[in-house]
């Protein structure tokens, strides 16, 4: 009775460090983040939490207010979200933007980061009970960093990374034992198929695992089938709650990410892509990949790893340090997501091992087997620019493996292995901590700018930027106009609106002129040139209705119009562009054209003829009027 209550007041003591330690991390992610969502996918996952916080808890749809732009105009671009009858549904699971939702209710935005950060929190304590319980302390808290550097950042700026690879753990600690009931591997599946969810690529670590099973224990090779069946399980319960939640009973990135995987499958442009992932470098990458093919064939020659599982770590801080006298943060981050860039230590489960077959070993297959997968048709899956985040699930039986043979190398040369990857990773989490907080510091500069102009309008012309203002919706008007057209469009919008209020107009780039549209610039300010912005925000107003700039707005509405088979609206902005251009050869013309694609006859001949007179030469009129025998 008395080791029962020490136990239960150990667990409860456990679980309230976790608590603490989990809030203490969020508290921190928000305070750098200065309250913002990350970049785009965990910014519409935000957004869908809210918007389902909004409805009641009833929908996973994404409901622009009443007054906003129509979904020509959504701040946030497919594949990210698609438009249904009753607003937008992410493409995201809808798990947790369930959770996410509630926390946002209770907590406000500080909310948003409980989940991933005692996710975490959970993961690494899992982690070390399950797989480093009779570890010395060093071991342990090696083993720790490495597995929680790479998530530092990724795993508190997108949702589901932690808490996946937190449902992985049974599956892979299971693999380890000669014996495990039949009921451990049930638990397991069900554990594993919820991963999956979450993460769709991890799917890829499951013909792996029953592999491994049907060929190590062939007397129970059930439990292959008893894990296939939590899985089924797991995705069944999944798939009903995602048809509760958006009426589809699976996630739309499971289709997307699976589609892209698969589609044009072209063998040379894809090793081309596998090449470039692995190895890119910050700073310069054609020098770093010469060192790196370098040290890996002078281990290889030599045969002493000590080589290549220190020069390969040591490469890779010379290449973060270098990268970072000229760069910000956030762009290292974006830019240096290698494979032998990110995960460094992961040469040292390459080294041989005197009298252990590595094939024999179950992590190193699940680890190694699952990189080669991914990396295989992970190329052209969405987000895979951003690298490692897609092979995270090899991060478990991968540290595990390398904690062997650490374990089987001499005393001083595992100080050395320690030191140098443990300071490879370490060096890379601190810049993926400052990237998050410039990212935070850009938005909330940004934020100030846009709140202290009163307007009620904001263009963007990026679609990203759609889901980092992400605070602001439902406080203004947000529109994404990313081309002539579209942006012609919003205003001709905004004046039929009647709308006569200031609006800011963030400009990204030189692709275009301001001047070329009917607004007048009220002020200019110039945006943070780093952490994925840059640009200028810009304080305009409508220009009145006798500015030229109007007639050619409403002329290519009217044209865009009649291409779409909308005529009768396409006349009516043909002839507000006359209005304001009287002496227009070509918007008569067009008139003639579209009256006459009307039935109007006369009224398309009397246009023809107004057009033939202010130009006489017009070639198109001239060819139009030849075959109605108006000129010979």
Known sequence: MIDKLRRDRRYVRSLLFLVFTASILAWAANFLSAGFPWGVDDGVKRVTARQFTSTGFKSCLIIPSDNSFSEDFFPIAEPYVEPTTGGFRSIFPSFFPALGGIFFALFGYFGFYLLPAFSLMALLALFSGRFLKAEPISIKTWSILILAGPLLFYGMTFWEHAFALLMTIPVVYALSKKEVPLSRWLIAGISFGLAVYLRPETALMFPIAAAIIVLRIPREIKAAGVLTAGVIASLSFAGLFEYYATGTFLPEQIFFNLGLSLESFNLSGRVRSLFLFI????????????????????????????????????????????????????????????????????????IPVK???KLDNPYFILGWCFIIFAY??????????????FIFPALIPLVCYSVSVLKSLPPAQVKWFMIVSGTAVLLNAAVSVQALSERGRVLHEVDNLIRDSGSEIL????????????????KMDIGWAQVDGDREELLVALEERAYSGGICWIQSGDEYDLEKYPVIVESSDELPSYAGWGGNLHLVYLAGLDDLRWGNLYWHTGLRRAETGQLSEALEYLQK???????????????????GQMGHTRKAISQLKEALKLNPAHTA???LARRLGIIP
């Open 459 to 474: 263009i963007l012309d990026r679609w990203h930027q759609g889901a980092d203002m992400e605070p602001l919706w439902g």
């Open 577 to 595: 562009a006359a209005a304001i251009f009287p002496a227009s050869a070509d918007i008569y013309y067009n008139l003639a054209v579209c009256y």
């Open 376 to 389: 295989l048709f992970g190329p052209d899956s969405a987000g895979m620019h951003w690298g490692p985040r």
């Open 279 to 350: 190895f890119n470098f910050p700073g310069y990458p054609k020098l770093a990949l010469m060192v790196l093919i370098s040290l890996v064939v002078l281990a290889l020659i030599t045969r002493k790893w000590l080589i290549a599982a220190l020069g390969i770590p040591i490469l890779s801080i010379v290449a973060l340090v270098q990268a970072y006298t000229g760069e910000s943060a956030f762009a290292i981050t974006a830019s240096s997501q290698g494979l032998f860039f990110a995960f460094p230590w992961i040469i040292i489960s390459l």
């Open 621 to 623: 009129a001239r060819v």
């Open 355 to 357: 009298g252990v077959k």
